[in-house]
């Protein structure tokens, strides 16, 4: 069974809700980082902006994140230690 087997529906949904109400370009930056592993200036180069602004968005959606997640936090960190790490 995968870690992501294993999250609670509930976390999930958190994500997908977040992500979705995101600015798209937003949630593209943060997936390609989170989920793609790409790098700050990958992602700057694929979508045309400067490393500064991948690394405000980025730090944004950490932020609400982190926020909307609340008593889950301390389990989505246990299970993905780099997700909601600081950029």
């Not at 979705?20 to 793609?36: D, G, K, V």
Request: include cysteine; proline fraction near 6%.
């Amino acid at each position: 069974e995968t870690a992501h087997n294993t999250i609670d529906p509930d976390v999930e949904e958190i994500f997908r809700r977040r992500l979705a109400e995101m600015p798209e370009l937003s949630a593209q930056i943060f997936i390609a980082n989170r989920f793609e592993d790409q790098t700050y200036q990958q992602i700057a180069e694929r979508y045309g902006i400067s490393v500064r602004k991948v690394t405000r968005e980025i730090q944004r959606c950490l932020h609400l994140l982190r926020e909307d997640l609340g008593d889950y936090l301390p389990v989505v960190m246990l299970l993905f230690p780099n997700l909601l790490s600081k950029p």
